[in-house]
């Protein structure tokens, strides 16, 4: 499986001469005589429900449930510190550049990493059969409820919703199991599958999709989950980009913090990078910021961005193993909960603080797809 999915490890020389000759043998997925170019302002909104009561819920406990939660699920209570800057958020995606799959700020490229997002949320290092994909038979959405909630059949039936094209289960339910269920790990486990569907994926605004729940059904077998976090995340900025409008229904807390991370000088390195316990998540969630620039001053900021103001390597990242393509890809593509989307970490090497620059993307916009969409298994 592995020698599948990723040849071998080559170093950076091998790297750098390989895709140079790709990208001159195969070009990219970009029609001839394309300009990639930035379009008009996108009018884009960032809205969740729940998370104060979530805050709120978590602060009560007592560290003999916290622990545990800990243990299974890391650092995904930080998210529920991290203040969602809108001036910032909505300026940011303005340079979200979806022929791409990165933000592109005048000369330069940055974007969220597999990498970087596992070593945020402190997740088990990707394992290569490990990778979230939708799967062709899975339990229903019923059943997968039962056994994550502990609830009669009938308790769950009575209450799944059908929100648009889904079917989904109301935060006031799971909000009432967490404060009222007799079995202490059920309340951490319907907590956490509270944050994914309110925080991480918040596509029914007070309601859990029930494709979180098939992702978060997942984790208990090893299943990492950064890929789909990435996967919808690049799907939700290109679908708002193009359409020049829409509602972010990503994880907007994971995305800001990425983005300070690279984007605020550090003078100095913390030794406590080195350290298991330490939580990148946690220290930036505590580091202050400035709340009073407005929208138009971002922009300004971020479209004069010189490649000095960056802080290439998150300074919390440890230098490792990178993956940069997939079998024959040239780029990876990724699976998401609600389809699937490709990505170039190749554009981002000067964040593993090696040289950048354009990859073979043959296929990459092909490889864009919904769930809903036909044929999509033969696609997978």
Known sequence: ??????????????????????????????????????????????????????????????????????????????????????????????????????????KVDLVPTIEEYTTLLRCPRIQVDKAYSKATNVPTCLKKLMCITGMSEQWV???????????????????????AHPD?????????????????FPKALGHVDEAASDLFDRLGKG????????????????????????????????????????????????????SENYSPLKELVSTPRRDDITEEKWMAILQNLQEDDVEWKAPWMVPDEILYRCGDFDWVPLLGIWGAVGYTPLLALRQYRSRQFIPATQGLAQCEFSYKDENYKRKI
């Open 1 to 106: 499986m592995e020698k599948e999915f990723l040849d071998k490890v080559e170093d950076n020389a091998a790297v750098r001469v390989r895709s140079e000759k790709v990208q001159q043998e195969k070009g990219d997925s970009l029609g001839e005589g394309y300009v990639s170019e930035l379009w008009d302002f996108t009018r884009i909104s960032v809205t969740q429900d729940g998370l104060q009561e979530l805050k709120e819920i978590w602060d009560q406990w007592d560290n003999e449930i916290k622990q545990p939660f800990y243990s299974n699920y890391s650092d995904l209570p930080y998210l529920l510190d991290v203040r969602v800057d809108k001036h910032l958020f909505r300026a940011l995606t303005q340079f979200w550049n979806p022929a791409y799959s990165c933000f592109t700020f005048g």
């Open 157 to 179: 039936a009575a209450r799944i919703k059908q929100k648009g094209d889904s079917k989904c289960l109301p935060w006031k339910n799971l909000r009432d199991l967490i404060l």
């Open 184 to 200: 202490v790990k059920k309340r951490v486990d319907i907590f956490a599958l509270s944050i994914y569907g309110l925080v991480i």
């Open 223 to 274: 299943v990492t989950p950064v890929p789909a976090i990435l996967a919808e995340t690049f799907r939700s900025l290109n679908a708002c980009r193009r359409a020049r409008e829409g509602r972010f229904i990503g994880c907007a807390q994971l995305l800001l913090v990425w983005f300070h991370s690279h984007f605020w000088k550090v003078k100095k390195v913390s030794y406590r990078v080195f």
